[in-house]
């Protein structure tokens, strides 16, 4: 547990931001989906991570912004409820692309660099989920920086760092030793970026509702 743990703090060192201005431009913000509800109330984590990418769009940081999440379920589906949350606050719409299957970070992460084919991103999550995602990325070569997104104090926030002791631990099998993989994989898809290898054909086709 130790070693997983500092293995992801090692993967963020010198690469994650909690200013924007000191953000490097990147063509993508990779945008990690959480629920935007906790019962009747608003999910802090969800309002945060909304916030951070909408103060990157507006400080000029990036291109896009792909939003990752899960849609296993009829009526949960949280590329949606970003999208919809990010356009409320000025994004425009057609910058926004949406993962439907980006089922946990591994699988975001890697559907980033193999099925989007983004160059570069930068991570949109609190600190300690983005240095999970660090972790992922770096070991699937995929070129990243981290925008910190505000966190969670008091009791939630110690709720949630408990469970990501085993997630990292989980994070640490998966890429040393199960060679885990997304559970959804599939075509190319097209990101609004310059230079993306499907940017000729791509500008031709309806996006999807």
């Known amino acids: 547990m130790i070693y997983a743990n500092l293995a992801a703090k090692r993967a963020g060192e010198g690469r994650l931001f909690d200013d ?13 989906g959480t629920t935007d509800k906790i019962g009747e109330r608003d999910n802090l984590y969800f309002v945060h991570r909304i916030d951070a990418a909408v ?9 896009c912004l792909l939003v990752s999440g899960d849609n296993r379920e009829r009526y949960y589906n949280e590329p949606n409820k970003m999208r919809d949350a ?16 980006g089922l946990r970070t ?46 969670l104090e ?9 469970r990501e002791v085993g997630a990292r631990v989980k994070m640490w099998l998966d890429v040393r030793i199960l060679g885990t993989g997304p559970k959804h ?15 000729e054909v791509a500008v031709q086709e309806s996006p999807r509702d």
Not at 21 to 29: F, L, R, S, W
Not at 55 to 63: D, F, M, P, S, T
């Open 86 to 101: 990010l356009i409320e606050r000025g994004v425009p719409k057609e910058v926004i692309v949406r993962d439907f299957a």
């Open 106 to 151: 591994l699988d975001t992460v890697v559907r980033a660099k193999e099925i989007f084919r983004a160059p570069s991103v930068i991570l949109i999550s609190q600190q300690f989920h983005n240095e999970r995602a660090a972790y992922i990325a770096q070991n699937e070569g995929l070129e990243f920086v981290g925008y910190n997104a505000r966190d």
């Open 185 to 199: 994989l599939g075509k190319w898809e097209y990101l609004p970026i310059t230079g993306h290898p499907l940017e």
């Open 20 to 32: 924007v201005e000191k953000v490097p431009e990147q063509p993508v913000g990779l945008l990690f």
């Open 55 to 63: 103060e990157l769009w507006e400080a000029g940081k990036v291109q």
């Open 154 to 162: 008091g009791g939630a926030g110690l709720k949630t760092r408990l």
